[in-house]
T-cell receptor, first 113, second 116 residues
Framework: KQEVTQIPAALSVPEGENLVLNCSFTDSAIYNLQWFRQDPGKGLTSLLLIQSSQREQTSGRLNASLDKSSGRSTLYIAASQPGDSATYLCAVRGQGGSEKLVFGKGTKLTVNP | EAGVAQSPRYKIIEKRQSVAFWCNPISGHATLYWYQQILGQGPKLLIQFQNNGVVDDSQLPKDRFSAERLKGVDSTLKIQPAKLEDSAVYLC??????????????FGPGTRLTVL
């Protein structure tokens, strides 16, 4: 059974700092991995999707890497801003491609002005 | 393009009452998902539809939860009777399916349910 763990559970940083959020998964036979952002009281916004054959994806100040063999992914946020404050969730999909997304519990990020 | 729509946004009921949630996916998305997100947890899949057929409902508490997707578009999720532990945010998501594989999921704003 796939399990996804996100460390740390919460993170508080000053504005402008570069930071890394970690995601680990127990079964390396994944089809893809997706990073989401969730603002309080809102739904999930997809940030980056990495296919199992890819090593990283970039979007603006965000960079996500994937190391399937070690069961790890990292989300790098450059030059953090107060508007980046949210909960970041990692989710993996099984190798069949049709299997459900399994989510971690998320990392709550606070960027202080 | 319009995103995933859900209603209501908030609902407060007493235990043993019934409640229904509605979801309209992104136009053209054949796959629809209902997730339950308890406070402090990641979303958990309740049921997945492909068009109007059920693909996965292994984590749906079928004694009290039911869902349907008539005509392969809109979907409703019902809870009857509700329990205190059903208090959560119910998220609907949709995705395209190409060449037999699923793609990026897009989520609606969710319905926050409080059971008193």
């Amino acid at each position: 059974k796939q399990e996804v763990t996100q460390i740390p559970a919460a993170l508080s940083v000053p504005e402008g700092e570069n930071l890394v959020l970690n995601c680990s998964f127990t079964d390396s036979a994944i089809y893809n991995l997706q990073w989401f952002r969730q603002d309080p009281g809102k739904g999930l916004t997809s940030l980056l999707l990495i296919q199992s054959s890819q090593r990283e994806q970039t979007s603006g100040r965000l960079n996500a890497s994937l190391d399937k063999s070690s069961g790890r992914s990292t989300l790098y946020i450059a030059a953090s801003q107060p508007g980046d404050s949210a909960t970041y969730l990692c989710a993996v999909r099984g190798q069949g491609g049709s299997e459900k997304l399994v989510f971690g519990k998320g990392t709550k990020l606070t960027v202080n002005p | 393009e319009a995103g995933v729509a859900q209603s209501p946004r908030y609902k407060i009921i007493e235990k043993r009452q019934s409640v229904a949630f509605w979801c309209n996916p992104i136009s053209g998305h054949a796959t629809l998902y209902w997730y339950q997100q308890i406070l402090g947890q990641g979303p958990k899949l309740l049921i997945q539809f492909q068009n109007n057929g059920v693909v996965d409902d292994s984590q749906l508490p079928k004694d009290r939860f039911s869902a349907e997707r008539l005509k392969g578009v809109d979907s409703t999720l019902k809870i009857q009777p509700a329990k205190l532990e059903d208090s959560a945010v119910y998220l609907c998501a949709s995705s395209l399916m190409t060449s037999g594989f699923y793609n990026e999921q897009f989520f609606g704003p969710g319905t926050r349910l409080t059971v008193l």
